[in-house]
């Protein structure tokens, strides 16, 4: 039997998330014949699987839009200041329709593996429904796509329901009158937490660490507040894409929390904290640089906890201690911490009963085994290189990218990898993703990577491929900005210290203002780290 014919494409982009939805348009708007494929059943990438109750944009919905098409933003109505899973999948869908992107989308269909063929000049795909070819292959995968399942003894053992929050079933979940547990106080967890102990007969929190939360404030918003931004947004959001360090709209701080006097720390910490958000963090420019003026912030924030959660041992126990506040992601919650002061809400201090097992009725610390109708994990993601490594793309000379990454991810300005022509990576490790509003960092990717392209094109070029020492120092500069910070200092995502084995190097540039600037000054030299070829072309393979 021979393969089937492969299908042929100009450029093949995997994912249908915001990054995969844009790619399409700006490869159509080039003439170029692009074709996606989405292992989902619809568009939305990340947003279409987190379907957790709760489930949230952590950025303004107003900003956590596209601004590629001025129309979307005249046409598009966000209820919300923070829009809720539901609306921003609704959103995903309404571009998608309103571009006509879906033709050019495979849905139901995963890349399950993606090699250079040097002599051709080809990726060479292979998907769940068969085999696929073209000269560029884009990584529209996402940063919080792969989710980790951690490896507890006895998970499988379990007869209860098991869900995760990264895999929601799309009909969604009734607890009503079942006993719960939740495993993991991260981002999802601490949206999901108060809405599922409004249904749960028992909820039990099993945290191995606290995090830092800022009540989000959510509000429905006004004609008049959608309308000023209308008015201005593109103004708006051209200012916080030159001024600020994560493309959010936001007063910037003054001054340094150090050479605050304790009236004014508290006033602004205060002030920022009414507001809601993860604006906190602009409180003062010197919270995440030092660690006596990030002492300052944490412990406004766990004076707050105090406050609110009545039980003093409870309180105490969900007040982080041990890594400084910001060095991993903020969350943002809504009567999180309010939620244990519910008779039939329960926090479990695994740093005191740590986690044994998972049996079949149930969970067993070291406190005991108590049994549960439903168990729910909030472990989180393998961020950022994840999904990446899942498809492991073969490059040049048959390496690996998990044989190139083993000391952990090396792209050049997280778009390319040395030794992987013409493969792209939408937000890779490296730029400033996840530390922004995504959806700025994604549009940002997808022009550059235009860029490139229409350079190829004008040129005749036929492959385009990271200088290895521009890499090097690329990747030593995205360190030395983390060191001088005090990211590192935490075992975070960002620091691939949630997955056993993973190396552990800060994956995400620190600052996409100082990203753009870095990057505007090279496109005036051409782009020195980037080389262009003009191999043998796919047809000119095919004529010899
Ligand atoms: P996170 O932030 O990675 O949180 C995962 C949580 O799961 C965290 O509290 C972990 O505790 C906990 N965890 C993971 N493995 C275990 C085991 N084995 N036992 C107990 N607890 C465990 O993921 P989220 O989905 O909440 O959020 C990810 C991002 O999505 C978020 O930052 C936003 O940007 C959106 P740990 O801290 O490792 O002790």
Redo the contacts with the bound molecule.
């Keep these: 039997m021979s393969d089937p014919k492969p299908a042929r494409f100009d450029a093949i982009v995997v994912g249908a998330g915001f990054a995969g939805l844009y790619m399409l348009h700006r490869l159509r708007g080039m003439g170029l014949n692009a074709h996606v494929y989405e292992r989902a059943e619809g568009v939305g990438g990340t947003w279409w699987w987190n379907r957790y109750p709760g489930a949230r944009c952590?950025v303004e919905s107003l900003q956590y839009s596209y601004s590629w098409d001025p129309e979307l933003e005249r046409d598009w109505t966000w209820s919300e200041k923070y829009a809720a899973q539901p609306e921003i999948q609704a959103y995903a869908e309404f571009v998608a329709e309103r571009h006509d992107l879906k033709r050019d989308i495979s849905f139901s269909t995963s890349v399950e593996a993606a090699e250079w063929d040097d002599a051709a000049g080809l990726w060479r795909v292979r998907t769940s429904a068969g085999p696929a070819e073209a000269p560029q292959l884009i990584l529209a995968t996402g940063c919080?796509s792969s989710t980790?399942m951690?490896?507890?003894p006895g998970r499988e053992d379990f007869r209860g329901e098991t869900y995760h929050?990264?895999l929601w079933p799309h009909e969604g979940v009734d607890f009503t009158g079942k006993k719960v547990a939740i495993?993991?106080?991260?981002?999802?967890?601490?949206q999901a937490i108060p809405i599922i102990a409004a249904q749960a007969k028992e909820l039990v929190v099993?945290?191995?660490?606290p995090?830092f939360s800022i009540p989000a404030r959510n509000a429905r918003l006004t004609d008049a507040q959608r309308e000023a931004w209308r008015a201005r947004s593109q103004e708006r959001r051209a200012w916080a894409r030159a001024n600020t360090r994560n493309a959010i709209v936001t007063t910037l701080p003054e001054k340094p929390v150090l050479e605050a006097t304790p009236e004014e720390r508290e006033a602004e910490f205060t002030r920022r904290w009414e507001t809601g958000g993860i604006t906190f963090s602009a409180a003062f420019n010197d919270l995440a640089l030092d660690e006596e003026a990030n002492a300052y912030a944490a412990e406004f924030v766990r004076e707050r906890i105090r406050e609110i959660v009545k039980d003093p041992e409870t309180a105490e126990a969900l007040c982080p201690k041990d890594y400084p506040i910001f060095t991993?992601?903020i969350?943002v919650d809504t009567d999180y911490f309010e939620t244990f002061n519910l008779p039939h809400v329960r926090l479990v201090n695994?740093r005191e009963t740590p986690?044994e097992t998972v049996t079949e009725a149930g969970v067993r610390t070291s406190a005991g085994e108590e049994a549960y109708d439903a168990i729910v994990y909030?472990?989180?993601?393998d961020?950022m290189t994840g999904a990446i490594l899942n498809i492991d793309p073969v490059g040049k000379g048959g390496r690996r990218m998990s044989e190139a990454w083993a000391e952990g991810p090396k792209a050049y300005l997280g778009l390319m990898t040395a030794g992987f022509p013409n493969l792209f990576l939408i937000t890779g490790p490296g730029s400033p993703s996840?530390l922004t509003n995504m959806i700025v960092s994604i549009e940002h990717h997808v022009d550059m990577i235009c860029e490139q392209l229409s350079r190829m094109q004008a040129r005749g070029a036929t492959r385009l491929e990271a200088q290895p020492e521009e890499q090097e120092a690329w990747v030593a500069h995205v360190n030395a900005r983390a060191s001088a910070t005090l990211y590192p200092r935490a075992?975070s995502?960002y620091m691939g210290a949630?997955i056993p084995g993973k190396p552990r190097v800060f994956m995400p540039y620190i600052g996409q203002d100082e990203y753009r600037r870095k990057v505007a000054e090279l496109a005036a030299k051409d782009w020195p780290g980037l080389s262009m070829g003009k191999g043998r072309a796919a047809s000119d393979a095919a004529a010899g």
Excluded: M, Y
């Excluded at 099993?206 to 660490?209: K, M």
């Design positions: 952590d919080l980790s951690p490896d507890i929050t990264g495993i993991g106080t991260g981002s999802s967890a601490i099993h945290q191995r660490t995090n991993k992601r969350c695994l986690l909030a472990t989180g993601f961020a996840v075992a995502w949630n």
